[in-house]
């Protein structure tokens, strides 16, 4: 599955919003790798 780190960006932000408010936090995209052979995404976030 191609996501671009756009994509990756916005899905992290979606879903840490719903726990914290983005607007007062410095959110950043730290690692990212996919893991081929289980087809997911590990995403390593900075809050």
Known sequence: MELS????F???KK?????INLE???FRL???EYKK???????V???
């Open 5 to 8: 780190l756009k994509e990756i």
């Open 10 to 12: 916005d899905a992290a």
């Open 15 to 19: 879903q840490f919003g719903e726990l």
């Open 24 to 26: 007062e936090s410095d």
């Open 30 to 32: 730290e690692q990212l």
């Open 37 to 43: 052979d289980d087809k997911y995404w590990e995403v």
């Open 45 to 47: 976030v900075l809050i």
